[in-house]
């Protein structure tokens, strides 16, 4: 929903999600710099950026404190305008986060990057281009237009029965979604100067919440304009309920809000397996009530995300992966599973061009999506009716953003020259130091800094996690109890 930035450096794209090392993880590698260490950053919260270092720019410096920071310049990887990313609680040196906001639209190019892993896996965050769609739906307007300019036909039904006599059996696409449809909404959300964008959400209770991504209300949350419009016509004026910038996830309530409301049934996000049938519902390019399906392609797919502004706060995930058809204006809709229950929030792809389909400069997509675990989307929406802010778990450490896949290590030094393992803090009560190199958290292989946030995300304040880490080229293991920051700031 904000306008995206060009000039601003991405992390390593994965080829697959973390799997279990055949031998011991190296030690970590220098990053790729010609001088200076490699950024840092407090999980959570994320500090500010610092200068990128060689082949980015000058050496970066320690973060301040500040969450989260602000993106830096293109690597020399990337094309201008490349991806975008999800991120929290480290330095965002290394990555670029772009969103779609209103016209016109620019969607990143970037490549994967190459690079050695183990058994040939790589498992990096990922950058995606989060879907917000323009406001109005402008692409959609075009095909209406143009598909009125010829004259009409008339087709007559066959006699042996018409569309009201077809039955359609429970469990079958037709049926998930004729179930499904009427929960869904398409979101316009606009800005006090006029500017917005489109998105989805879909039903969380019978007293109007609505579950959506909190970049599709980003626009209106200081004094603009937030609407939901149902499959039947019915529109109906809205109020953010509480936002989660690190999660990217939102509750809004509808005003005035009919007594019929059926909300969706949740699935369990953890149960969900490679193979299984997704099916996507949303509002591609301004095109609402969009049904489309595919499978889940992989789990804890490490993504980073946000809009590509100065002032720009990031968000992780340890997504689902789909090749169902997700475009922008698919943000913040449900992806169902095949018996019909909510499974994620769809809220990110990756594209292979920066071009665009028409005039919108927008590119569409290639089967890489990614949504919100539907569990952790549950538990923080939770939060943001109760309290109207989101809770973050925390380790209390300053963690490396290098590229190597050999682990996150605790750095020297945290943001502002304060101390890398915060005192008294749950990493430092486990006994972890500045230099261990976490390689595992519970049966998560962690290869960098960045997914070790996503990882701690999908926990709760208070979680026992078992962490895996190196010290002096010895393995050794701790338990931690996480800690909790409440808010985004």
């Given amino acids: ?268 996000s953890d149960k969900v397996a490679v193979g299984d049938e997704t099916i996507a519902i949303g509002a591609p390019f301004g095109l609402s009530n969009t049904v489309t399906t595919g499978i889940i392609s992989a789990k804890n797919r490490p993504v980073a995300s946000s809009d590509g502004s100065s002032t720009s706060k990031a968000s992780y995930m340890s997504a689902l992966q789909t090749d169902a058809s997700i475009n922008p204006g698919n943000s913040g809709g449900p992806l169902l599973d095949a018996s019909g229950a909510v499974i994620g929030i769809n809220s990110a792809i990756q594209s292979a061009s920066s071009g665009g389909l028409g005039s919108t400069g927008q590119s569409g997509s290639i089967g890489l999506g990614f949504a919100i675990p539907i569990n952790q989307a549950k538990y923080v929406a939770q939060q943001l009716i109760k309290t109207g802010k989101p809770v973050y778990a925390k380790i209390g450490a300053s963690v490396s953003l290098e590229d190597g896949t050999s682990g996150a290590q605790i750095t020297d030094s945290g943001s502002g020259g304060s101390a890398a393992v915060e005192s008294g803090g749950p990493a430092d009560k486990a006994g972890l130091r500045p230099g261990d190199v976490i390689t595992k958290l519970d049966d998560r292989v962690i290869d960098s800094g960045p997914t070790l946030i996503g990882e701690i995300w999908t926990h709760k304040p208070g979680d026992k996690v078992e962490i895996t880490y190196k010290r002096g080229g010895s393995e050794h293991t701790t338990t931690v109890t996480l800690g909790s920051r409440v808010g985004d700031n």
Avoid: C
């Fill in 1 to 268: 929903m904000s306008t995206e930035n060009e000039g601003n450096p991405v992390p390593p794209a994965p080829s697959a999600p973390p799997v279990p090392p055949s031998s011991p993880a190296a030690p970590p590698q220098a990053a790729a710099s010609d001088g200076g260490e490699a950024p840092t950053g407090p999980i959570p919260p994320t500090p500010q950026g610092a200068p990128a270092s060689d082949p980015y720019g000058p050496a970066p410096q320690a973060p301040d404190a500040a969450w989260p920071p602000p993106p830096p310049a293109t690597p020399a990887y990337a094309d201008p305008g490349a991806g975008a990313g999800w991120g929290s609680s480290y330095d965002q040196q290394h990555q670029q986060y772009q969103q779609y906001q209103h016209q016109p639209f620019q969607q990143p190019q970037h490549a994967p990057k190459k690079g050695s892993g183990r058994g040939g896996l790589i498992a990096a965050v990922l950058v995606a281009a989060l879907v917000a769609g323009g406001l109005g739906g402008g692409l959609g307007y075009t095909l209406a237009k143009n598909n009125d300019d010829g004259g009409s036909t008339t087709i007559s039904a066959s006699s042996s029965g018409g569309a009201t006599q077809v039955k359609r059996a429970a469990g079958t696409i037709a049926a998930v979604a004729q179930n499904a449809l009427p929960s869904t909404v398409t979101i316009e959300s606009e800005g006090t100067n006029g500017e917005g964008g489109t998105g989805t959400g879909f039903v969380f209770d019978k007293q109007g919440h609505i579950i959506t991504n909190n970049h599709v209300v980003a626009d209106s949350l200081d004094g603009g304009k937030l609407t939901a419009t149902f499959p039947d016509g019915k529109k109906y004026d809205a109020e953010v309920v509480g936002h989660a910038q690190g999660y990217d996830v939102a509750v809004i309530k509808l005003k005035n809000p009919p007594s019929d409301l059926k909300p969706l049934a949740l699935g369990d």
